[in-house]
């Protein structure tokens, strides 16, 4: 069903209301309803939502509360009456609430709004926590593939050694380098074997369940990336002539969702006259594409291989917190991902020439 969406309150009409304290000037401008929208509160800050309902209960029933935007610092606590609202707002806004880490929340009403189709489409995606359940051929996931201790220890083999910080993210490169304006690897620069602490990880990929031919591995590529809180990964499809068939991607230290995109055209392409951005944000904008998105926990091992690998673009959206079944999940202080990969020494002949660029 999906959770209720909430109207964020109008700047001009704060303009015009005067700051949504409750009084007269409200009535100029901002509308007075049961729902407030609260910044500087939400799990992003460390307030669990059930923490955050606690202490507004005080002025009466609360019927829920919700993250109001992907930042995890803003929610929208829902009333029952008008009067518990205003009595919230009059006693919380511009006040540090020692019931809340002390933390001084603002405040104003919001209105819930009416559900487009279009919104209804974007909003009600489902995220999935096994991969038989995006119906994704070649999508597979193993949790708890490595023990917490072993989390640990990968985490701080990479900590000792130099990264190389691109815009909004840190990286490490192992076997080859991975050239980000060709989205390829130079095969003549061979940065040598894997490390050693990744030993581990290539051997329990040797039983990695659903692989054809586990003599096929030969995993000769490393990718090691850090996202902070609230960075994701842009749409792609991995370079078909750059990387064989298998791509493994070990989650650690934080988790994530990811999305998944099939565009009939092949590559996806904004709209003409559309914003780039926009449109990866709302691919409702973008016409004959499937969506299907997963839950990545810590310590979790994905396997992209076969349709999977080749035709579906992944994406990790720009997000501090995920709605996972109408669960909000905040984002670690960090979130490492080890992406092994086997570097293609000829053209890709894969069964997809619609999105492989050694077909085009």
Known sequence: MGLPRFGRPNPKAEERGGGGNGGDDDRKGIPISPNLYVANCGPAVGLPLDAIASVFRRFGQVKGVYAADDSGGRVIVCYGEESSAGAALTAFHGRPCPDLAGRTLHIRYSVLQPTTTSTSQSQSLPVCLTASETNIPGLHLLPDFITPMEEQELLAAVDARPWISLAKRRVQHYGYPFCYQMRNVNTKQHLGELPSFVAPVLERISSFPNLDD???????????????????????????????????????????????????????????????????????????????????????????????????????????????????????????????????????????????????
């Open 214 to 360: 586990a003599a096929k591995l030969s995993l000769d590529q490393l990718t090691v990336n850090e996202y902070p809180p609230g960075v994701g990964l842009s749409p792609h499809i991995d370079t078909h002539s750059a990387f064989e068939g298998l791509i493994f991607s070990l989650s650690l230290a934080g988790p994530c969702i990811m999305e998944f995109r099939r565009y009939a055209q092949g590559a996806w392409f904004p709209k003409a006259g559309s914003s780039a951005d926009m449109d990866v944000a709302n691919p409702d904008n973008c016409s004959n594409v499937s969506r299907r998105a997963i839950y990545l926990p810590p310590r979790s091992m994905l396997l992209l291989s076969g349709e999977a690998r080749y035709a579906w673009h992944h994406y990790i959206p720009h997000h501090k917190i995920d709605i996972v079944n109408d669960n909000v999940i905040k984002r670690g202080s960090r979130r490492v991902s080890f992406t092994l990969r086997k570097v293609r020494r000829g053209p890709c002949q894969c069964e997809f020439p619609l999105y492989c660029d050694s077909q085009r």
